[in-house]
């Protein structure tokens, strides 16, 4: 499968991981469907994106991963434009911090529905495709560290990236057949907008306690999944890979 040839579906894109996601995948002469659940930060990280190379190879969606037609449409329409779908990022999600004895339901079933059901259809819609097209893909899942780690407060966000780790090794099994390969990627602290703003201290005290030194850039994981997607990791599917700068080897807290 040729690097130049990939048309690649990344959904949460609008910021942070994800659109570093899609900037790599471009730079490496994809074509890439990027959505958000908000449609002005998906428009702008795209004409952004697009800018940047003089090439519109970037298109926007508004989609909630929860609506599962959504996510069909928004695969037919870029198809329709560009060819069969060869990759697939199920990037979005939501991080929550809620004490296991105040979680409600409403929550629960919220970021269940983004995390989990939106991960799981937007892979299937995906992987039928690949099969209907004979297109040997690549699927590419976002879990988290904490799917492995337990974290006060985070019971319902762990869960559902527990839930998406083994999503990649029961949809490899399944998908063998057809060439496709499936993984996933557990990233640890990453500096994001998100995560600078809601601590400003964030990079120095998570580099205090990671083997390597220093916090996750999102280019860690951009980077991770476009190794995912090459021919050079042709033969690893099922697996769920630790981009955390060796973390989970002791897992101290700042």
Do not use: C
């Not at 990027?34 to 697009?50: F, M, R, T, Y």
């Not at 003089?54 to 298109?59: I, K, N, P, Q, T």
């Not at 259809?121 to 297109?135: C, L, P, S």
């Not at 780690?149 to 839930?163: E, G, H, I, M, P």
Request: hydrophobic share 45%; glycine share 10%.
């Amino acid at each position: 499968m040729s690097e130049q040839a990939l048309r690649v579906i990344v959904t949460g894109a609008g910021r942070g991981i994800g659109h570093e996601i899609v900037r790599a995948f471009v730079r490496q002469g994809a074509f890439v469907s990027l959505s958000d659940i908000d449609g002005a930060a998906a428009e702008q990280a795209a004409d952004q994106i697009n800018a940047e190379l003089s090439e519109d190879r970037v298109r926007a969606y508004e989609v909630d991963v929860a609506d599962v037609e959504a996510v069909d449409q928004m695969m037919d329409d870029f198809s329709g434009h560009v060819g069969p779908i060869t990759t697939v990022i199920a990037n979005a999600g939501v991080t929550v911090y809620k004490p296991f004895l105040e979680t409600d339901v409403d929550l629960f079933d919220r970021i269940v529905g983004i995390n989990v059901r939106g991960t799981y259809f937007t892979a299937q819609a995906g992987a039928k495709r690949m099969v209907e097209n004979q297109v040997p893909g690549r699927i590419v899942l976002l879990s988290s560290v904490t799917g492995q780690r337990a974290f006060r407060d985070f019971s319902l966000y762990s869960t559902t990236k527990a839930a998406v780790a083994m999503m990649a090794q029961a949809m490899a099994l399944e998908l063998g057949e057809f060439g496709i390969n499936v993984n996933a990627i557990s990233p640890g602290a990453i500096l994001t907008e998100r995560t600078r703003r809601e601590e400003p201290e964030y990079g120095p005290s998570w580099a205090e306690v990671i083997p390597k030194g220093r916090v996750g850039h999102v280019e860690d994981i951009a980077n991770t999944a476009l190794w995912l997607a090459s021919d050079a990791s042709s033969h690893v599917t099922g697996q769920n890979i630790a981009v955390d700068g060796g973390w989970l080897t002791y897992g101290r807290i700042p």
